[in-house]
């Protein structure tokens, strides 16, 4: 968590404000964590991509407003319902800066439109119908510009782990708005160590537990086993 609200410091070029504590500031007289999420209009829309298929995206805009500010977009596969949840903890600094934060479900997971592929590979530009999750975020930016008043422009772009991937995705043909990428705990290499293979040893149990998660349903899907020692099951 340390690491990941440096690189949000970073990112979003904050600015600190010293504060006097004196010793007769106890525990007590801590003030409860504010509602942040209450600070900010949420809507939800399902954003059309190139090819007709809809993403479902949450917006959530600030209510109070001195100037026209950046969008913060996240995309992820494992759902967006309760992501204002995020403003008390890892977004807690950027959402007190009031940016216009957007958090979408990917193609073909949750109530985005599609079909879902695992890691999707960059698409055939020879193709013009093509698409991969490149043209997706670039068509989510586009429609943000467009239908999202009061922004300045300008977009900034970060997710962990898959997300994280998904943001590396989004910097292959970016769109001219998107000023500010944080991909952080991305996969690279699925043969080396990220996950499916550990220096090309293939982990039968994560790789199946992970793959039956995402691909058995658009909702995140656990797998039941009917046993509890795993090894004697796959055998």
Partial sequence: MRLFR??????????TVPVAITPAQTAAQTPAAPDRAASFDKSEVMIPMRDGIKLHTMVFVPKAMNANVPF??????YGIAGAERAF?????ELADEGYIFVFQDIRG?????????????PRDKRDPKAIDESTDT????DWLLRNIP?????VGMLGVSYPG??????MLDPHPAMKAASPQASPASMFLGDDFHHNGAFRLAYGFEYVALMENGKENTPFVFDKHDG????L
């Fill in 231 to 234: 090894y004697s099951w796959f």
């Fill in 109 to 121: 997971r949750f109530t985005s439109e599609g079909q879902f592929v695992m890691l999707r590979n």
């Fill in 6 to 15: 440096t690189a949000l410091a970073g990112f979003a070029l904050a600015i």
């Fill in 165 to 170: 991937w998904l943001t590396v995705m989004a």
């Fill in 150 to 154: 009061h922004n300045n422009g300008r």
């Fill in 72 to 77: 913060i977009l996240t995309r992820t596969p």
């Fill in 138 to 141: 670039y068509d989510t930016i």
């Fill in 88 to 92: 008390t903890t890892s977004y807690a």
